[in-house]
């Protein structure tokens, strides 16, 4: 049985927000980051979108999570 509780908790930030994953940059290894989301507060879309970024190369632009699941609480890889 999936984990879906971790769709129902909330972390934010009113300035820049990040994790830092500690990454043997020198190790001859692959990682595979899988991110979770879900919305918790808005109930419409384009009321939160925003970037995710690994390093210095953002990977999602304009992530906007009620946009992609259509409504709230819904679970976005």
């Not at 830092?20 to 001859?28: E, G, N, R, T």
């Not at 879309?45 to 992530?63: C, E, H, Q, S």
Request: aromatic share 18%.
């Amino acid at each position: 049985m999936p984990n879906t509780q971790v769709y129902y908790s909330e972390r934010w930030g009113e300035e820049d927000f990040f994790y830092k994953v500690p990454i043997d940059q020198y190790s001859d290894a692959e990682y595979t980051l899988v991110l979770k989301f879900s919305e918790q507060y808005f109930n419409e879309p384009y009321m939160k979108v925003f970037n995710v970024a690994i390093g210095d190369v953002t990977i999602i632009r304009d992530l906007d999570i009620w946009g992609k699941c259509g409504a709230k609480l819904l679970p976005h890889d």
